[in-house]
């Protein structure tokens, strides 16, 4: 079974800048997809960006595109997602996801089946 295990959130004043990692087991790291996802309080979970060993990168979020990252290191079975420039509207917890199925960076969370626990990002004004 596929297991997501997030760490690296915390508190960060506005224009800071944080890494959280995603720990995979259970995954064939040479053919996968992980996807980055947020929810705000009193809001829907929001996709961010994926990860795929068969097309690369992909943004979900306009509004990360210039100041987030995602990167893997398959030697230790971890993906990354690099945030600069945080703002307070970027305050969430966030998640990485895998998806069920042919490994793709799919839009919305439903195909989404394996999910972290979460890490707290709260950025200060």
């Known amino acids: 079974e596929v297991q997501l295990v997030e760490s690296g959130g915390g508190l960060v004043q506005a224009g800071g800048s944080l890494r959280l990692s995603c720990a995979v087991s259970?995954?064939?790291?040479?053919?996968?997809?992980i996807g980055w996802f947020r929810q705000a309080p009193g809001k829907e979970r929001e996709g961010l960006l994926c990860?795929?060993?068969?097309?690369?990168?992909?943004y979900f979020a306009d509004s990360v595109k210039d100041r987030f990252t995602i990167s893997s290191d398959n030697a230790k079975n971890t993906v990354y997602l690099q945030m600069n420039s945080l703002k307070p509207e970027d305050t969430a917890v966030y998640y990485c996801?895998?998806?069920?199925?042919?490994?793709?960076?799919?839009?919305?969370?439903?195909?989404?089946?394996?999910w972290g626990q979460g890490t707290q990002v709260t950025v200060s004004s």
């Open positions: 990860i795929n060993t068969r097309a690369g990168i992909r």
């Open positions: 259970g995954l064939n790291f040479d053919d996968y997809a």
């Open positions: 996801a895998n998806p069920r199925g042919v490994p793709q960076c799919y839009t919305g969370t439903r195909i989404y089946d394996y």
